[in-house]
């Protein structure tokens, strides 16, 4: 069993930076693929970028948030950059244990989910 927790959200100017974390419970979290989506006010949950062993990323975010993780902490990062108020929305990560396959950005792929923490971006 994984519980998830998400942090770091905040208001920020357009043009800031905010670093999200999700730390995790489970002794076997290093092993689980980790995804962020975000979902903003009258729109679907959007994937944002996902980490195993390596990373990926929605072409919206590209080059302006990073994804990371320190698995001795059980913990994975988004770093954001560059925010603009388009960004603006509540953040989740969430988690999928290895096996079988799977499309990383369809949000009902992943078992496990955070409460998510809100991002919002001013113009």
């Known amino acids: 069993q994984v519980q998830l927790v998400e942090s770091g959200g905040g208001l920020v100017q357009a043009g800031g930076s905010l670093r999200l974390s999700c730390q995790a419970s489970?002794?076997?979290?290093?092993?689980?693929?980790v995804g962020w989506f975000r979902q903003a006010p009258e729109k679907e949950r959007e994937f944002v970028a996902f980490?195993?062993?390596?990373?990926y990323y929605a072409d919206s975010v590209k080059g302006r948030f990073t994804i990371s993780r320190d698995n001795a902490e059980n913990t994975v990062y988004l770093q954001m950059n560059s925010l603009k108020p388009e960004d603006t929305a509540v953040y989740y990560c969430?988690?999928?244990?290895?096996?079988?396959?799977?499309?990383?950005?369809?949000?009902?792929?992943?078992?496990?989910w955070g409460q998510g923490t809100q991002v919002t971006v001013s113009s």
């Open positions: 489970g002794r076997s979290f290093s092993t689980y693929a």
């Open positions: 969430a988690a999928r244990r290895l096996g079988g396959n799977y499309s990383v950005t369809v949000p009902d792929e992943y078992a496990y």
């Open positions: 980490i195993r062993w390596g990373t």
